[in-house]
């Protein structure tokens, strides 16, 4: 029988090696001007619609920048590339972000990313 300190610690390598094994994916998004409002409304919608239903998407956030007028950050991480092909293939994103929230930008970055460090 395991100890617990064994099997906590069992369990954390689990945790983190689930973890490395994510997909993130981070999205720098340069708007039109003028525009910040209306995109943070789109992706204030389609947060509960789109990843806050979806079962591989581990988290969805978005970021402004005060000093930087129309601009976003988007951070999001998922279980495997299945799931951001669901993520990306659902009726909220086709509809919020493909659609409303694609006619409000200049330029997006799609940037892959592997976990290093995990605490």
């Known amino acids: 029988m395991a100890r617990p300190a064994a099997r906590r610690r069992a369990n954390l390598e689990e945790q ?8 993130a994916k ?6 039109k001007d003028g525009n910040q409002a209306a995109a943070e409304a789109i992706v204030q919608e389609f947060g509960p619609k789109g990843p806050g239903t979806e079962e591989g998407t581990l988290s969805f956030r ?8 129309d601009y ?44 290093l460090v995990s605490l």
């Not at 983190?16 to 997909?23: C, E, F």
């Open 16 to 23: 983190n090696l689930r973890r490395m094994q994510m997909l």
């Open 72 to 115: 976003l950050l988007f951070v999001e991480h998922f279980a495997d590339q299945a799931a951001y092909d669901a993520h990306t293939g659902s009726s909220a994103y086709k509809e919020l972000i493909a659609g409303r929230f694609a006619d409000l930008i200049v330029e997006f970055v799609e940037i892959d990313h592997e976990l």
């Open 26 to 31: 981070v999205f720098p998004i340069k708007l």
């Open 62 to 69: 978005v970021y402004r920048d005060p000093a930087k007028p």
